[in-house]
């Protein structure tokens, strides 16, 4: 029993080291170089203790913990690790190092958040248990119901915070700086959902993204029951995420007059980008195609697909941040029980806080609403101008 309770803490060992030294982002050789003279291993001595084959001794672990910029002790705790990763919109070519730390990064918050979830007793905003999925239910309907029962929203109330709702289904979201090209990563704790968001993506693009992973939490039951793959769920995922953001009645009157000035009011109203508003206003016949290929052109010509104009309001991932903050400056706990509970020391802590709190600050100087009336009245006139000339149906 005592050999495997030491086989059992090896085997944790080996991995946090792994996991320590790949979020650093630093190489085995790297850490040998790095470690002090009198301590020194060579970095197939650190392999080998990544793999569970040997054991550090405690004065060389406590000086990887320093090096990794970890409490020792979080070095020989047990946990459930983050797996299961799917990358939204990862660009080609990405590194398998870079995607190796982004995991250890996501693992170590996540760990946090998880911790210290636990230690103030509950999540504050999970109070919806999964819905269970009927497998003819279309997406739109199932948005509808999402956005009528759940939430209790008519077709014109725009949802706030999807991130809210997203937690509110018993996920866990929070956010990553991200060293490559990707929207963000869903992965998995044991049975726990867990969305890592880009803080670097366009706020419509990261709303969209977040209704596209509550569609997969949704989808799960039917994943699980009617071995649905990720791919099945993928195809149902874009029209709930739409439907949910803006229902298919809006969608529909956005459209009306074909203006570009109103669609981007209701862009700014339901957060939702201009892009995704043409694509499912084509695939749901609200528009023919000839009026779709008009806004593209249009989209693309005035440099709009990577900055569109409108304002759309941060929608953020800062639960754990904000359960941090308050629990410290309600003196639930202190710096050095925020330390030992998340396994993070207190300078980290304090820049994650101080990183969101900068973010908020220069939000207001950063997202400014493009000033584009002129534009897309000119862009109406040209279209009513289309179709009095025959180039453009009636939709």
């Known amino acids: 029993m005592a050999k495997n309770i030491v086989s059992r803490v090896d085997r944790n060992l080996a991995r946090r080291l792994r996991e320590a030294r790949r979020e650093v982002g630093m190489s085995t050789r790297a850490v040998a170089q790095n470690l002090p003279g009198k301590l020194a291993v060579s970095h197939t ?7 569970g084959v040997t054991v550090p001794p405690i004065n060389v672990l406590a000086a990887l913990a320093d090096l990794y910029n970890r409490p020792l002790n979080w070095f020989l705790e047990n946990r459930t690790t ?6 939204r919109n990862m660009r080609s070519r990405v590194r398998l190092a870079d995607q190796r730390q982004f995991q250890a990064v996501a693992g170590k918050w996540a760990e946090a958040y998880f911790n210290l979830d636990k230690h103030l007793k509950g999540h504050p905003s999970h109070h919806f248990n ?30 706030q915070s999807m991130v809210h709702v997203l937690e509110s289904f018993s996920a866990w979201a929070f956010e990553v700086k991200v060293t490559f090209g990707i929207d963000g990563a869903a992965a998995r704790h044991g049975n726990e959902f867990v969305v890592v968001l880009n803080p670097d993506v366009a706020n419509e693009r990261a709303r969209m993204n977040v209704a596209y992973e509550l569609a997969h939490v949704l989808y799960d039951d039917c994943r699980q029951r009617l071995s ?16 949910l953001l803006v229902p298919p009645s809006q969608l529909k009157a956005a459209f009306d007059g074909k203006s570009f000035l109103k669609l981007i009011q209701y862009k700014e109203k339901f957060g939702i980008s201009l892009a995704a508003m043409i694509y499912m206003a084509e695939k749901e016949r609200i528009i023919k195609t000839t009026t779709s290929r008009w806004l593209w052109t249009e989209l693309i010509r005035r440099g709009w697909r ?4 409108g304002y759309v309001w941060r929608d953020r991932a800062i639960n754990f941040e904000t359960m941090l903050e308050s629990a410290i400056h309600t003196k639930k706990i202190t710096w050095a029980d925020a330390e030992r509970i998340t396994g993070i020391r207190e300078d980290e802590l304090r820049q994650r806080i101080d990183g969101v709190l900068q973010i908020a600050e220069s939000s207001d100087d950063e997202d400014q609403p493009v000033n584009s009336f002129k534009l897309a009245l000119h862009l109406e006139s040209r279209q009513s101008t289309k179709d009095e000339g025959g180039q453009e149906g009636k939709d």
Do not use: H
Not at 306 to 309: I, K, R
């Open 306 to 309: 990577q900055n569109e104009p």
């Open 45 to 51: 001595t650190i392999a080998s203790y990544e793999k």
């Open 130 to 159: 999964a819905m269970r999925v009927e497998e003819d239910l279309e997406p739109d309907l199932l948005a509808s119901t999402v956005r009528e029962n759940f939430l209790n929203l008519d077709d014109g109330q725009p949802i």
């Open 82 to 87: 983050l797996d299961s990763f799917r990358y």
């Open 228 to 243: 649905w793959t990720d791919a099945e769920v993928e195809t149902r995922a874009y029209t709930f995420a739409s439907s």
